[in-house]
């Protein structure tokens, strides 16, 4: 048993069990840390709990024992009004803190929001990490419920809370009574504890745990089949019943899961039934052997019934809420073990990068392996970028040119060899002052639901400068695509959160990540195929505009396709992870190799549309 559990945590890196005392106190601060008015909540709800429960036993006492003891009218009335006053301030007491139990919700948002926080800031790596994205999930799951995870911690705590006074003051009256009686009802409540308490953690185990991918790729066809984008390959290509089916197998392991998970708590049930059913009998029977033996007064025989019912339920309760707890304390285990797995998101190291006048960057025996690959992405690459050049990178599909470009950016670290910039090792930089020399453009163009100059600013609005961003658009080729709007630049972008929402082709969308490399304006700009979406002579042209926009930044252009390599200073020819040809465009096509051969293939293209505008002119 003990290697089982050691050969699961080896196999899930990304998992910690903090213990539900740890959970606890980390619960109870974030509680405190969101709002002060939990303390009145747990102070109310501990001082009210017992005498609501057990104030009734106690009048039903004392008025047979009035009444068969021949007490006056006025006697009764007086126990009765102050009773009354009693239960009335104490149900009030309880509504007061009642009122507050929304703040649960805000305290569980509040940390669904530094989740959310660290999934962005997590280093690029992890996102294609199989592991930590299961980690991610059941993490999200803890965060989705009032009753489970985060929330359903919080409020398992003040119910426990709660629930040890009702017990302490259960024990001290029926104590008088017969403790063999108290201790017989713990007994069978402890019992009911250990099997509901194997059974939640069972169940977690076996059948939630591992429902994780499930949940990634239900998540996955859920958001496809309803996606904007994905709408027209699903119809044009009717792939509806395909899609379909795929949901139809994943529903049945949901639901095989679910049937295996309720037989599991119907032995649990038949189970604890059992054991309440001969605890409950067994005071029954000392009760009334009490009574007829003369040793109880009838009014003791009410307060001690009622009392016991109220103690062993409120004892299966408190229990209960302890299982509940140590449940909820495995799922909180799940969200802080992504909060504090360590993927670069704590790491703040590091000196900021250096305001220059010019930035160089050197690749010494590059190479990378993505994580759990056999195969080098890149293999011992050397090449530099000197300040003010323009480098283009070509090469075919496959070829290492992205991967080059994420090791550039430091969206993931070499794995061998060195990146320097101004002849420092790039990792001795802070890695958020590093991302700010860059101004990139992808390929793929994410949008936002946010109006467009938010779109090319990539901040908030009272950070953004609207007017630049309207130049912006314009200088990047979207001069038309504006006009056409009726509220310009404050435009929302997709329709998503508004109905008046417009969504943009591909090929605006990458004019768009132009305009936001503008926009940035850092010192160097890279393009990773932002124009594949448009034809080779409109991708021609808008890079040679492009390119006198940017005027003496450093300038990285990628493309499989060689519309800016004219203009570049040096041509950088990517093949199997590494670089099979560098040097000028007129230096690689009079060595003729394979750049050449690329670049003849691609001219004839450029020839044969030109010739046909020229025909078409005529």
Known sequence: MKKNKEKEKNTNPYHKEYGVFSNSIHALKSMLSYSHRFIPVIIISVVCAPIMQYLWSFISKFVIDMITTGQSVTALALLMGGFTVIQITATMLNLYGNSFFHIYIGARFRQMGLKNRKIMSVDYGYLEDKDFMDCY??????????????????????????????????????GTMNIFIVIAILICSVLQFVVTN?????????????????????????????????????????IADWLTEKFKVLNKERYAAQKKNSKIWAVSAVINAVLWAGVQAAVYAWLLYSVVTGSMTIGNFTLYLASSMTFFDYTN????????????SREYDDFRS????????????????PQCDSYEFTFRNVSFKYPKAEKYAL?????????GERLAVVGLNGAGKS?????????????????????????RYNKHSYYKIFSPAFQEVELFAFPLYMNVSMSSADKSDKEKARQCVIDSGLENKLSELEKGMDTEILKIVYDDGVDLSGGEKQKLALARALYKNAPVVVLDEPTAALDALAESKLYGDFDKLIGNKTAVYISHRLSSTQFCDKVAMFKDGGIVEYGTHSELMDKGGEYADMFNVQAQYYIDNNESEVAVNA
């Open 137 to 174: 999930q059941k993490a999200g799951n803890a965060c989705n419920s009032n009753n489970e995870g985060i929330e359903g911690m919080m409020r398992g705590i003040v119910r426990l809370l709660t629930l040890i006074p009702i017990i302490v003051v259960g024990i001290a009256i029926l």
């Open 317 to 328: 309760q408190l229990l209960t809420a302890v299982s509940d707890l140590l449940a909820r």
């Open 198 to 238: 194997k059974t939640n953690a069972y169940c977690k185990k076996k059948v939630w745990d591992p429902l994780a991918p499930w949940w990634r790729r239900h998540n996955y066809l859920s958001y496809t089949t309803s996606d904007f984008e994905a709408a027209k390959d699903i119809r044009m290509f009717g």
């Open 379 to 387: 293999k011992n690459v050397n090449i530099t970028l000197n300040a």
């Open 403 to 427: 991967t080059f470009i994420k090791l550039l950016l430091r969206l993931y670290e070499v794995t061998e060899g060195e990146i320097l910039l101004n002849g420092v090792n790039i990792k």
């Open 338 to 353: 992504f909060m504090d797995a360590d993927c670069g998101d704590k790491d703040d190291s590091g000196i900021d990068v």
